[in-house]
């Protein structure tokens, strides 16, 4: 069955980094788009980046572009979200995701990011 883990998440101070990762599983990855969302508490799950299947392209929310990158490995079935300079408005449970629709395709169990004075 399709199995997304992500794991990286932790609590940072304002400025610092983090790496999170999506391993994938059950599916056969290289085919497919794959997104990040967050959801901070109180507030709906938004879309923070997307990437093509091959990794061609990409694209960020306004809030995260410049400080967040999204790659992938496809060898490897894996996504990965580079966040730096991250902000207490960056506090969030992150997931990651196939495809870009919010109400379609699978979803991982999410890892709290939490940034913190």
């Known amino acids: 069955q399709v199995q997304l883990v992500e794991s990286g998440g932790g609590v940072v101070q304002p400025g610092g980094s983090l790496r999170l990762s999506c391993a994938a599983s059950?599916?056969?990855?290289?085919?497919?788009?794959m997104s990040w969302y967050r959801q901070a508490p109180g507030r709906e799950r938004a879309l923070v980046a997307f990437i093509t299947s091959a990794g061609g392209s990409t694209d960020y929310a306004d809030s995260v572009k410049g400080r967040f990158t999204i790659s992938r490995d496809n060898a490897k079935n894996t996504v990965y979200l580079q966040m730096n300079s991250l902000k207490p408005e960056d506090t969030a449970v992150y997931y990651c995701k196939t495809g870009r629709n919010r109400f379609l395709g699978y979803w991982g169990q999410g890892t709290q990011v939490t940034v913190s004075a």
């Open positions: 059950g599916f056969t990855f290289s085919t497919y788009h």
